[in-house]
């Protein structure tokens, strides 16, 4: 995978596509997300929306199978990320979860320096060369905007960094190891205003170069960034994806009354 | 302005709560005064009651002596080094087998078993008993299994190996709860980076388990060097310089309660002893820090 020089014209698109069938996801006898087929087309941005509880973040966690770790839960259903067929009992949970890249809502670095945080993942995956991660981590910060803010404090803690900046150094530690796909789980929503506006603008710059799933509360901010949407909604069978589209069409014609209702702010 | 009866009442509630630390620090500090009080007067050359430089040389001179020199007399003369020397290989046996043993089972409890497993309550409930045992039975225990029915007669290693036990529960107890203390986030996100299990363990969870496991370490090091009833049945109490770990050799503690107990006129050299003990205690939970904060990932958040 070859990431995007951001701030040079992108090369061919060399995302993948995302393919969700029937999925569902139970924890123990509660159904947290029924039978959702969705398709995500390669190089766009795909938000995910709906009120609190409605089965967002479990669908963006079994997208990496981060739904494994946690006890009684039970995933059925297709999940597909370009040719990798996710859930297939052959599928090296390690090689997917390093093509499929994930941001959580509260920034969290790892308790060590700046440096460290980029370089223990390139480490884990078998980069030994120092100069080559320097250089990576280099220019992963450079992509993120963050090189100039941090590069006197490299080996300092990265708990001293501001919320802002943790947010995007840990986008950096994800982009790092050059994943094809980037799952964001209401990345700003921790953040103040303009940091918040920040970590927004560089996730607009990486459409194209990765296919992002981000799940947001902000309907302004899915408007903003997004190609294509989805609202889930919890139904008697549990959380359900009621209507999906373009972004546009979407927010523009609402086909389905109860995203027509919560769009307006009427509920949810 | 609150009635005065209730200011009263807050004012006799602020008293009580101070109370009880002015006491407590009270009588350590009391202890260490005596302590050191008593344990320099022994150094203090008989002869000189002025503080003088040259007082000041043989006291040096003396506390060197005594540090390095064999016991004469049951220890009413001459100095603690075999001593010194035995004791440190007996915490070294004891560490050398409890750290790795209570780190692994540390990990395992808190992080390859789920906290409501009946395994891990099991494993769990049996180190809360071995905590409660009271140390002579472990010494019993030791002398029963390691010194007559491993025949390692009384050695430096069957001390070292009954410590081992009788520390084990209190670090792995810190230490899970070191490993518990580390947010959940951080291993959502390590495995979302694609870290394996190991390396999720031994690189994310272990760094920031260090202040869990360091107290434990040091919790066992005070507990392991005070210890007289379980070394006097397994390590033995001979004073002499031990030449293997198949030696038998006398702990500190067990040298101080010999001399105070045991020795008439031996009040003055335990309370020496007494202090080097106390000194070692002190010297070893700082070098136990500053491990720690040498080796490990600074942490800004503490």
């Not at chain 1, 959702?36 to 089965?55: F, K, L, M, N, Y």
């Not at chain 1, 997004?226 to 069409?249: H, N, Y």
């Not at chain 2, 040298?255 to 045991?262: A, E, F, G, V």
Request: aromatic residues 8%.
């Amino acid at each position: 995978m070859i990431i995007c020089p951001m701030n040079e014209t992108p090369p061919t698109p060399s995302a993948p596509d995302l393919a969700v069938e029937q999925l569902s996801i139970r924890y123990g006898k509660h159904t947290a997300v029924h039978e959702v087929t969705w398709h995500v087309e390669p190089g766009q941005i795909a938000a995910v929306i709906g009120p609190s509880g409605c089965g967002k973040s479990s669908f963006l966690t079994s997208l990496n199978r981060l739904t494994d770790l946690v006890p009684r839960c039970e995933v059925t259903g297709h999940i597909r990320v370009g040719e990798l067929d996710v859930r297939a009992p052959q599928t090296d949970v390690i090689h997917l979860r390093r093509q499929v890249g994930m941001i959580f809502q509260r920034p969290n670095p790892f308790p060590t320096s700046v440096f460290h945080n980029l370089a223990l993942p390139l480490r884990e995956h078998g980069m030994r060369d120092k100069r080559e991660i320097e250089s990576l981590a280099e220019s992963t910060l450079r992509d993120v905007g963050l090189w100039e803010e941090v590069k006197d404090r490299l080996h300092r803690s990265a708990l001293l960094l501001s919320g802002g900046q943790q947010q995007r150094l840990c986008l950096a530690r994800a982009l790092v190891l050059r994943p094809a796909v980037l799952l964001l789980d209401e990345p700003c929503s921790a953040l103040d205003p303009l940091s918040a506006g920040v970590v927004e603008e560089l996730i607009g710059r990486l459409k194209r170069c990765y296919t992002i799933v981000i799940v947001t509360h902000n309907l302004a901010q899915a408007q903003r960034l997004a190609d294509q949407v989805a609202l889930f909604w919890t139904t008697e069978q549990g959380g359900q994806l009621i209507e999906q589209g373009p972004a546009e069409s979407l927010f523009a014609a609402p086909q389905h009354e109860l995203t027509a209702a919560y769009l307006a702010g009427r509920v949810g | 302005m609150p009635p005065r009866s209730i200011r009263w009442k807050s004012r006799a509630f602020d008293a009580a709560i101070l109370v009880a630390p002015v006491i407590v620090s009270g009588f350590f500090l009391w202890l260490l005064a005596d302590l050191l009080f008593q344990g320099s007067v022994y150094f203090w050359p008989s002869d000189s009651s002025a503080i003088q430089l040259s007082a000041i040389v043989d006291m040096l001179q003396h506390i060197v002596m005594f540090l390095t020199a064999e016991p004469e007399k049951a220890g009413r003369e001459g100095g603690v080094g075999p001593i010194l020397v035995s004791t440190g290989l007996i915490l070294a046996v004891c560490m050398s087998v409890a750290l790795p043993l209570g780190l692994g089972t540390a990990m395992l409890l808190s992080e390859f078993v789920s906290e409501a497993s009946r395994f891990g309550r099991a494993v769990r409930r049996s180190l809360d008993i071995l905590a409660g045992v009271p140390s002579i039975v472990f010494g019993l225990f030791g002398n029963a299994f390691f010194c007559q029915w491993l025949g390692l007669q009384f050695s430096i290693l069957a001390g070292g190996l009954t410590l081992a036990c009788m520390v084990l529960p209190l670090l792995v107890r810190a230490a899970e709860e070191g490993f518990r203390a580390v947010p959940q986030s951080q291993r959502h996100t390590a495995a979302a980076l694609g870290f394996s299990r190991s390396s999720l363990v031994l690189r994310i969870i272990l760094p920031q388990a260090a202040p869990g496991i360091l107290a434990g370490l040091i919790l066992g090091i005070g507990r392991a060097l005070a210890e007289t009833a379980a070394l006097i049945f397994t390590s033995g109490y001979v004073d002499r310089m031990p030449q293997s770990l198949l030696d038998s050799g006398r702990a500190i503690s067990v040298h101080i309660y010999d001399l105070s107990m045991n020795v008439p006129g031996g009040n003055s050299p335990a309370y020496a002893s007494a202090l080097v003990l106390v000194v070692l205690l002190v010297v070893l939970n700082f070098a136990a820090w500053w491990l720690v904060s040498r080796f490990l990932p600074r942490r800004s958040l503490s």
